[in-house]
């Protein structure tokens, strides 16, 4: 389990679904950041969690669900998997829209990449969103990503983000305070 101020970093479980559909996929906003054509479905909803699950189990790591802890309540996702049917690790994140504008996307974001770099020891991670999604993007340079290039991912066009681990490690989060906050239990 991963921890950061606001956020507790927990596995998905089945019984998760129906909040994660009705509260956090079915809206516009995230599902138009989720699917290329802009809406899921709860059927849609259900391989995406089964698909989430899988790849903890044939990887070793994934996507964690993301509690409030104020609340306890679930309010997104954050965590990486592999980009497509490429070696590449991507970063992947979606918040419930009542939590947006609060920085929730970037802690839990931060707290990922940290684990990503220094737990699984990955060398670089990746992450892609539509160009319009201007939220995310700003996210993504705000963790220190680099705009690299655009390309086709799940048939349409997306902007492609990349960082590395020795960037992450002198640029991103230089106050030893800051790294206190994230724990990794």
Known sequence: MLKSPRLIFRHFFPADLNQLYQEIYSHPGVARALSPTGSLTFEQTTQILHRRLDHWQKHGFGVWALVYKQNQQL???????????????????????????????????????????????????????????????????KLGMKYEKNIEYAATEVVYYSLQSKTFKSETFKSESHLSEHSFD
Request: with cysteine.
């Open 75 to 141: 309010v997104g996702h954050c965590g990486l998997h592999y980009l497509g049917d490429t070696s590449e690790v991507e970063l992947t994140y979606a918040i419930n829209p009542f939590y947006w504008r609060q920085g929730l996307a970037t802690e839990a974001a931060s707290t990922v990449l940290r684990w990503g770099f220094d737990t699984l020891k990955l060398q670089q991670i990746v992450a892609v969103t539509s160009p319009e999604n201007v939220a995310s993007r700003c996210v993504m340079q």
